[in-house]
C-alpha cells in the first residue's frame, strides 16, 4: 500500500468548509494528516469538519474567520500550533473591467489573493526549516498561465503570489521545504456555479445550457471533481515530494493548448 509519509502531520487548509479547500482537507486527511479548517460561516465549517472525522481518524479543528484579516490569521495560527503543511485559499476576487477597479478593489484583491497567503508563509516557515519539514501548496488560478480578461483582479494578484512563491521555494528547498501552486481550471464547485449563472445570463441561454457549453469545450467533456484536486494537493503534500518545487501544476483537464 502506498504510504504518504505524513501521518500525524499538522496542516492548515485556509477556506475549506466547501469546494477545492474541502477537497484538499478530506484528501490529507485521508492520508493521515490532523487538520486546521476555516472559512468564515461556522455552521458549514463545523458541517465540513464532522465529515471528516466522520470518515477518518483525524483530529480536526475549526476556527470561523476571515482568513484575509490580520485577526482571523492570528487566530488560526495560535489554534494550529506546530504547522508542517499550510494550504493556502480564499475566496476569488469579483469580475469585472478594469476600467471600473478603484484602488481599493486592488488592495481588497491583493490582500485576499495575494498578502494572505504571503503572511502565514512568513509565519510558519522558520519552524519549519528548523523541523526540516515542511509543504506549502497555494491555490491560486489556471488564470495565472492563461489570463481570463474579465478577472484582471485575480489574474494580477494571483500572479503576484506565484512570482513570490517561485523565489522563496528555491531559497528554502534544501531544507526539504516546498512551495508549489496548484491551478485550477474549472472545477464544480459554488464559485463555478456562480460563473455559469452570469454567462448564462451574458450569452442569453440556459444554465443547463451554458453548463454544457463549458464541458464540451473541455477534451475531457466535464468539470474538475474537488476530489481530484485533493488527490494532487495531498500528493505535493507527501513526504516523498520533496523534489517538486516552485511548480505551478495545471488542473483544468488539458483545456490550456500547449505542447509544454
Ligand atoms: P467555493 O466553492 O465558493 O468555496 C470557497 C471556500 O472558501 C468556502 O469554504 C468559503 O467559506 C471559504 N472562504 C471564502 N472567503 C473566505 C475568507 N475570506 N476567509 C475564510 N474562508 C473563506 O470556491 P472554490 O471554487 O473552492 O474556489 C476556491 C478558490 O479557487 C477561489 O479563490 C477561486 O477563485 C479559485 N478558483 C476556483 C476555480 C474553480 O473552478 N472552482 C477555478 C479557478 C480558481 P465562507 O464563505 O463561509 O468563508
Known amino acids: 500500500m502506498l504510504d504518504f509519509g505524513i501521518t500525524g502531520k499538522t496542516a492548515i487548509v485556509c477556506a475549506s468548509s466547501k469546494g477545492l479547500g474541502y477537497g484538499c482537507a478530506e484528501a490529507l486527511a485521508k492520508v493521515g494528516v490532523n487538520l486546521l479548517m476555516c472559512a468564515r460561516g461556522a455552521d458549514l465549517l463545523e458541517k465540513s469538519a464532522q465529515n471528516i472525522r466522520d470518515l477518518t481518524n483525524v483530529t480536526v479543528k475549526t476556527v470561523a474567520c476571515d482568513i484575509t484579516t490580520p485577526e482571523g490569521r492570528a487566530q488560526v495560527l495560535e489554534a494550529a500550533g506546530d504547522v508542517d503543511i499550510l494550504v493556502n485559499n480564499a475566496g476569488g476576487p469579483p469580475p469585472g473591467n478594469f476600467r471600473d477597479w478603484t484602488r481599493d478593489d486592488w488592495i481588497a484583491a491583493i490582500d485576499a489573493n495575494m498578502m494572505t497567503a504571503i503572511e502565514l508563509t512568513k509565519a510558519v516557515i522558520d519552524p519549519m526549516i528548523e523541523r526540516r519539514f515542511g509543504r506549502i501548496v497555494n491555490i491560486t488560478s489556471g488564470s495565472v498561465k492563461s489570463p481570463i480578461p474579465a478577472l484582471g483582479l485575480s489574474n494580477g494578484a494571483r500572479a503576484g503570489l506565484t ?40 450569452q ?57
Open 204 to 260: 442569453n441561454v440556459s444554465t443547463d445550457e451554458m453548463r454544457t457549453i463549458l464541458e464540451d469545450r473541455n477534451p475531457t467533456k466535464r468539470l474538475g471533481d474537488i476530489t481530484e484536486f485533493g488527490f494532487a494537493c495531498a500528493w505535493l503534500c507527501s513526504a516523498h515530494s520533496g523534489y517538486i518545487t516552485g511548480q505551478n501544476i495545471l488542473m483544468d483537464g488539458g483545456a490550456f493548448n500547449a505542447t509544454l
Open 163 to 202: 512570482g513570490f512563491a517561485a523565489g522563496v521555494s528555491r531559497e528554502v528547498a534544501q531544507h526539504n521545504v516546498t512551495i508549489n501552486g496548484l491551478l485550477p481550471g474549472q472545477f464544480n464547485t459554488d464559485r463555478i456555479e456562480a460563473l455559469i449563472t452570469n454567462s448564462a445570463k451574458a
